[in-house]
């Protein structure tokens, strides 16, 4: 299974953007799919997650209610939009996909061992 991130650009705070997972390979809609970030210096953060349907989602404390995912499987794509966005969510942000059920726990959802394949990442910077 392959996956590209891309959308990440430079916003000001406040402003919002939509990054996209382009995933391919057999049996792609068996996939759950994570996205994590990190910041320099930081440890990868789990941002949430997607069921492989699109049915089920679960996002960290500190993105909530900011961003939303949802999935295109005739596509292959999943989508993370972000609004509200704030100088904190700068980072790299990587989506993963596992065929595990990850949305069932948070703590299962936000952790990278449960994802078997991962994109090269795509950087959001957000600042004035």
């Known amino acids: 299974l392959q996956l590209v991130e891309s959308g990440g650009a430079l916003v000001q705070p406040g402003g919002s953007l939509r990054l996209s997972c382009a995933v391919s390979g057999p049996a792609v809609e068996k996939y759950a799919i994570g996205w994590f970030r990190q910041a320099p210096g930081k440890e990868r953060e789990g941002v949430g997650c997607?069921?492989?349907?699109?049915?089920?989602?679960r996002y960290a404390d500190s993105v909530r209610v900011r961003f939303t995912f949802s999935r295109d499987n005739a596509k292959n794509t999943v989508f993370l939009q972000m609004t509200s966005l704030k100088p904190e969510d700068s980072a790299t942000y990587y989506c993963?996909?596992?065929?595990?059920?990850?949305?069932?726990?948070?703590?299962?959802?936000?952790?990278?061992?449960?994802?078997?394949?991962w994109g090269q990442g795509t950087q959001v910077t957000v600042s004035s």
């Open positions: 993963a996909a596992g065929l595990g059920p990850v949305t069932l726990l948070q703590s299962v959802c936000v952790s990278p061992g449960e994802y078997d394949y």
């Open positions: 997607i069921s492989s349907s699109g049915n089920s989602t």
